[in-house]
């Protein structure tokens, strides 16, 4: 159960006659959501269907019994849903077998290094996701792990040990399952990287983890009953960039929903990060980042404002000195925050879910999904493209060449 709170530390800022000019946009993109183009994001049993979800559990069993290292190499998209739900929802220490390593998100040698170091010697079970299959890094990612791999096992061991999620039909990568028999899931035609963790992109990462990707997909599922509230906060977000809020700071006061903050910062960055028209997202984990931006969140340029995300009910850390719980206090801590950065002009959307669990972090993905694709098509630019990704990655391929 997500609840929203985008009145108490706003309250100021937006007027109700300042959402007027985008009721009649909203209406036109809410239908497109139930019965036009965009409808294929309210049905999400169209991402993977039932047979392909009981491939990627049964393969997540195989995987789960038979590696010491689940080794999964792709970047933005193709990584940072699947990196986001594990570190969200599994245990910080003692996590159970195989051990996940995310390879293939820069061109760090000594990250390499190391990496296909402690690697060597282990019992190897590699996924190389990407969509386009041309990406640089993970292709040097890939290349480096099978020259490991090649020496460690046979052909016939390779076809048990190399998984590829990939374009259904085009790519480098699936020729390569085509010549070499690997084990394949697709990425579905119309999802794009940032959107493709309710797909085997993040589900067979997630399910390897431990994590319940029935009750994941269910809660994203139920988040399409909250549609207007995701058009209501793309309206807001819109409306501070338009009052002169360059930035928005995406706040979570459980540590381990840092990587959630990174995962919305690329969903929104690149879905809406175009034509000099959208808000610069960060984030911040506090309390810790109160010792840091939070001074200029407090009294620095006044061009942020934060959606934070809380959670109700968190496990339970008695606090004998204030007789409470200490989730309890951290909460005082957002709340009173809250009131702190709005005083110093950095107004608060407030968002919490109950408990933080598979169904809840499900609900949050689909919510800011929905969110980020409304927010792009109010001010008019294409949600799932990501031209100025190319641009960088041309260059370096003219140096290469
Ligand atoms: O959201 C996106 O589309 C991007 O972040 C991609 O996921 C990222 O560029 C990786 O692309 P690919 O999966 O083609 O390697």
């Not at 170091?117 to 590699?126: A, G, L, N, P, S």
């Not at 067979?204 to 207007?228: H, M, N, T, W, Y």
Request: proline content about 3%; glycine content about 6%; some cysteine.
């Amino acid at each position: 159960m997500i609840n929203f709170d985008f009145h108490k530390y706003v309250s100021n800022y937006i007027k109700k006659e300042d959402k007027v000019e985008y009721l009649e946009k909203a209406r036109e993109i809410k239908s497109r959501f139930i019965d036009g183009d965009l409808k294929y994001w309210n049905k999400l049993d169209t991402f993977v269907s039932s047979q392909e979800f009981k491939r990627i559990i049964s393969v997540s069993d195989y995987i789960k019994s038979n590696c010491d290292v689940f080794l999964v190499i792709g970047i933005g998209g193709s990584y940072m849903g699947a990196k986001a739900v594990i570190e969200a929802l599994a245990p910080m220490y003692n996590r159970k077998k195989p051990e996940i390593i995310f390879l293939g998100t820069n061109l760090c040698s000594e990250e390499y290094y190391e990496t296909l170091e402690y690697i060597k010697d282990k019992d190897v079970i590699v996924d190389v996701i990407s969509k386009s299959g041309t990406t640089l890094e993970p292709s040097i990612a890939f290349s480096l792990t099978m020259d490991i791999m090649k020496e460690k096992y046979s052909d016939e061991e390779l076809k048990q040990r190399v998984i590829i999620t990939t374009d259904p039909e085009k790519g480098t990568l699936r020729e390569l399952v085509n010549k070499e028999g690997y084990v394949s899931f697709t990425v579905p035609e119309q999802v794009g990287g940032r959107f493709s963790v309710l797909t085997p992109v993040g589900l067979l990462p997630i399910a390897v983890a431990g994590i319940d990707v029935l009750q994941l997909v269910q809660g994203a599922k139920s988040s399409f009953e909250r549609v207007d509230r995701a058009i209501e906060y793309a309206v807001i977000r819109d409306i501070f960039f338009k009052k002169g809020k360059d930035v928005e700071s995406f706040t979570v006061y459980n540590s381990k929903m840092y990587y959630f903050t990174e995962w919305l910062k690329q969903l929104f960055a690149e879905t809406q990060g175009k034509q000099k028209k959208a808000l610069l997202p960060i984030s911040c984990v506090n309390t810790r980042d109160l010792h840091s931006l939070g001074q200029f969140l407090q009294e620095g340029h006044d061009i942020i404002f934060e959606t934070v995300i809380g959670i109700d009910k968190d496990k339970k850390v008695a606090l004998d000195k204030y007789d409470m719980e200490l989730n309890s206090l951290n909460n005082i801590a957002l709340d009173k925050v809250g009131l702190a950065h709005f005083n110093g002009f950095t107004p608060t959307n407030i968002i919490t879910i109950d408990e933080k669990n598979e169904f809840a972090i499900g609900e949050l993905i689909h919510f800011f999904i929905l969110s980020a694709i409304v927010g792009a098509l109010l001010i008019d630019v294409n949600p799932f493209d990501q031209p100025g990704v190319q641009e960088y990655k041309k260059l370096i391929n003219e140096e290469l060449e």
